[in-house]
T-cell receptor, first 115, second 114 residues
Framework: KAGVTQTPRYLIKTRGQQVTLSCSPI?????VSWYQQTPGQGLQFLFE???????NKGNFPGRFSGRQFSNSRSEMNVSTLELGDSALYLC??????????????FGPGTRLTVL | AQSVAQPEDQVNVAEGNPLTVKCTYS??????LFWYVQYPNRGLQFLLK??????LVKGSYGFEAEFNKSQTSFHLKKPSALVSDSALYFC????????????FGTGTSLTVIP
């Protein structure tokens, strides 16, 4: 099976712009989560989608939003970019289950730099 | 309240020596615990997990972890470190009482010295 793919791998934007990141989960996985990784904060949970519905949400401002499509692909949008949004954004998918016992499979990430 | 703590930002160990990367958690009930490894410019790779049963869990690349409920710890161990083990290690907890959301520690950078 192909792994989790994320596009683009690298992005450079300026303050005030908006950006959309894309994630394709492993085939058959219906749960997709997004994380922000920065050197000082580690991995911060953004949100999780399951069957096109947001199931969990982290403590991020409303500028961060996401959605999931019927084929389980997910997009994450950040509007009005700030310098502090520079980070590695990771997408992870899990098999179709709700027990919580399954691990997540991570993509390589999208490196966003805000100038 | 922080759910997962990795008290050491950096761990150095000589090649061939045993290694330990520490993790403690603070969630109620019976959490699910995970370890991931991240190599430079890569996403996280799953190493092992504790769900229930035997407190000693074995995972990929010779790693193992011991679940200790009384100390709320889940330390990662390996009997003999390799230079190729040098990477960033993350402990994570999934709390069934909080919607099964993953909580990650801040990571521990492991350097194995030849």
């Amino acid at each position: 099976k192909a792994g989790v793919t994320q596009t683009p791998r690298y992005l450079i934007k300026t303050r005030g712009q908006q950006v959309t990141l894309s994630c394709s989960p492993i085939s058959g996985h219906r749960s997709v989560s997004w994380y922000q990784q920065t050197p000082g904060q580690g991995l911060q949970f953004l949100f999780e989608y399951f069957s096109e519905t947001q199931r969990n949400k982290g403590n991020f401002p409303g500028r961060f939003s996401g959605r999931q499509f019927s084929n389980s692909r997910s997009e994450m949008n950040v509007s009005t970019l700030e310098l502090g949004d520079s980070a590695l954004y990771l997408c992870a998918s899990s098999p179709t289950e709700t027990s919580g016992r399954n691990e997540q499979f991570f993509g390589p990430g999208t490196r966003l730099t805000v100038l | 309240a922080q759910s997962v703590a990795q008290p050491e930002d950096q761990v150095n160990v000589a090649e061939g020596n045993p290694l330990t990367v520490k993790c403690t958690y603070s969630v109620s009930g019976n959490p699910y615990l995970f370890w991931y490894v991240q190599y430079p410019n890569r996403g996280l790779q799953f190493l092992l997990k504790y769900i229930t049963g035997d407190n000693l869990v074995k995972g990929s690349y010779g790693f193992e972890a011991e679940f200790n409920k009384s100390q709320t710890s889940f330390h990662l161990k390996k009997p003999s470190a390799l230079v190729s083990d040098s990477a960033l290690y993350f402990c994570a907890v999934r709390d069934p009482s909080r919607g099964n959301q993953f909580y990650f520690g801040t990571g521990t950078s492991l350097t194995v010295i030849p």
